[in-house]
């Protein structure tokens, strides 16, 4: 199957996937897409790469290569793919800092719950995970919504499990503390118990 065949059926099986799972580490839709559009030029770029670097079938002409990801074109582009954009979403972190510092986070305005309260539990989780460090975020996507272990997630990121428990751990009290009713909140001036 050629590169092109590739990417058109993985973006069309595959595509809403891809772009949700970027949207949970980054909390924005349009950077989302982004991401997945930088990880597919990233992956896809190496399969239409020079002549070199892709396999001539026996006997073929001098044009033709073939292009394969390793086995199973849609499983491995989809694993290949979700990594760049993990790499990708760690590595630009610094650049999009300045502007999540002006961005206003915080989702709730304090109004009380109605029958709407599942919808506004959706955009408070994705405003309290956009106040997580890079790291932190990255470890509770891939351990809460890739489902992986302690150990993949370590392998994944290239550091040790306990780094990533500490990480888990901290941003497991972090989005307690952020995701705590308001009656539930300590009040001002008064030191918690």
């Not at 595959?14 to 924005?28: E, F, H, P, Q």
């Not at 989302?32 to 002549?51: H, I, N, T, Y």
């Not at 915080?106 to 106040?131: E, F, H, I, P, Y």
Request: charged residues 30%; proline residues 4%.
């Amino acid at each position: 199957m050629a590169w092109e065949d590739e990417l058109g059926e993985l973006m069309a099986t595959r595509g809403n996937a891809l772009v949700r799972y970027a949207y949970m580490l980054s909390g924005d839709r349009a950077l989302a897409e982004d991401l997945v559009q930088d990880a597919l030029v990233k992956v896809f770029s190496r399969l239409r790469g020079p002549a070199g670097r892709a396999r001539r079938p026996a006997g073929s002409t001098k044009g033709t290569r073939v292009h394969t990801l390793d086995g199973s074109p849609l499983e491995n582009a989809e694993g290949y793919v979700r990594r760049a954009i993990l790499t990708l979403y760690l590595d630009g972190y610094r650049k999009r800092q300045r502007w999540y510092d002006i961005k206003h986070l915080l989702a709730d305005d304090g109004a009380g719950r109605g029958a709407d309260a599942a919808a506004t539990a959706r955009v408070d989780v994705m405003s309290a995970l956009a106040r997580l460090g890079p790291r932190q975020r990255a470890c509770v996507v891939l351990r809460y919504f890739d489902d992986l272990t302690v150990p993949q997630i370590a392998d994944a990121l290239g550091t040790a499990q306990g780094t990533v428990k500490r990480y888990l751990s901290d941003a497991t009290d972090h989005l307690r503390d952020l995701l705590r009713p308001d009656d539930l909140h300590p009040a001002e001036g008064r030191a918690a118990r």
